[in-house]
């Protein structure tokens, strides 16, 4: 493999749009039962905040040197600020719309005792109609300054309008690569690439029984959208690409596997960032394996670094 294109991927501007989250993690110590009811009382020891879902995927690219814009929607909250802090950090060049219904920022917490998660709660709730349509004029304005464009798509209603979206891409010419979510797969139509995993592949296109079998849904999917490529992550089983010249795969790199949580943002990223550096799809993809290699290896941060990689 020759070596990563480090100096390129420091020239590429990638903006990334989609569902903003927050991952919250209360670690604490379990020593009583509540008088109140029959819970565990969790007295709190340690806080830690990340970015996560499109917010992961644009920390993940600025950890590989690439100059990375960021939008989608936050709430007007304490968890949207500390969103806005944590992208600042991350060198983001963060655009965020706050939500001026009342939406709130959609977080999502841990209870951890003894390293054990005890409880999740979640906040989430769809943007307004206002939302969407400042995000959609946000993007139109900030495009032509950008190299390629990234969609992070968690269903969590920041890309209800994917195709508006889309259009100004192509309007700029600019590359797409969409992690998409759900089963109307036709609203990515239009783009470059998609990167489902395997059960959002199988949500689209339904379950298959060969390896020649998946090959014939993929095309039949790939050519339906009008897509470059289309890859495939598969856990454990590496990865999948399939373009006009057909099929190439790529085994899982894992020595180890400690968590596996956000590996599709650090891949998503690594594809992200070797195309727009001028590598082919399949040597993209050989970098994005590697670097989920890398990161299911690791405990705690979900980045890898060009360093790392090279
Ligand atoms: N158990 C594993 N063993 C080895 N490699 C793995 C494993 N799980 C994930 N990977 C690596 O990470 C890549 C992406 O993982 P996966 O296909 O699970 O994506 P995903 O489901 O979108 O992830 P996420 O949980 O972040 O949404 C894989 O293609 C592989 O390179
Ligand atoms: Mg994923």
């Known amino acids: 493999m020759k070596p990563f294109p480090i100096r390129e ?23 009583r039962i509540s008088p109140e009811a029959p819970v565990p009382v969790v007295r709190v020891a340690r806080r830690e905040d ?41 060198l983001i060049e963060e655009h965020l719309l706050e939500d001026q219904a009342k939406m709130p920022t959609t977080l999502k917490m841990r209870v951890l005792g003894r390293q054990q998660q005890l409880l999740r709660v979640d906040f989430e709730q769809e943007p307004s109609a206002e939302s969407l349509a400042a995000l959609v004029s946000r993007v139109s304005k900030m495009m ?33 690569l969409v992690d998409p979510k759900g ?26 029984h060969t390896e020649a079998d998946l090959e014939l849904r993929a ?18 089983q590496g990865m999948t690409l399939f373009t006009e010249a057909g099929r190439q795969h790529v085994e899982a790199q894992a020595h180890e596997v400690f968590d596996v949580s956000g590996a599709g943002d650090t891949v998503l990223a690594t594809l992200a960032v ?15 394996n590697r670097a989920g290699g890398i990161v299911v290896g690791k405990l705690g941060t979900s980045i890898v670094s060009a360093e790392e990689l090279s």
């Open 183 to 208: 089963h109307e797969y036709q609203r990515y139509l239009g783009a470059t690439i998609l990167t489902p995993n395997r059960i959002e592949m199988q949500q689209a296109v339904g379950l298959w």
């Open 274 to 288: 070797a195309r727009v550096a001028g590598l082919s799809w399949y040597e993209s993809m050989l970098w994005a």
């Open 219 to 236: 095309q039949r999917l790939r050519e339906s959208l009008n897509l470059e490529a289309l890859l495939i992550t598969r856990s454990e």
């Open 144 to 176: 032509a300054q950008y190299d390629m464009l990234v969609l992070s798509d968690y269903a969590k209603g920041a890309l209800a309008e994917v195709e508006k979206i889309i259009a100004v891409a192509r309007q700029a010419g600019v590359t797409i």
């Open 50 to 90: 990340r970015l996560g879902g499109a917010a992961n995927v644009a920390r993940n690219i600025a950890a590989l040197g690439a100059h990375v814009g960021l939008v989608g929607v936050i709430g007007a909250d304490e968890a949207g600020q500390q969103v806005r802090l944590l992208a600042h950090e991350a």
């Open 9 to 31: 991927v420091q020239a590429a501007r990638v903006l990334v749009v989609g569902d903003i989250m927050l991952d919250r993690y209360w670690f604490g110590e379990v020593e």
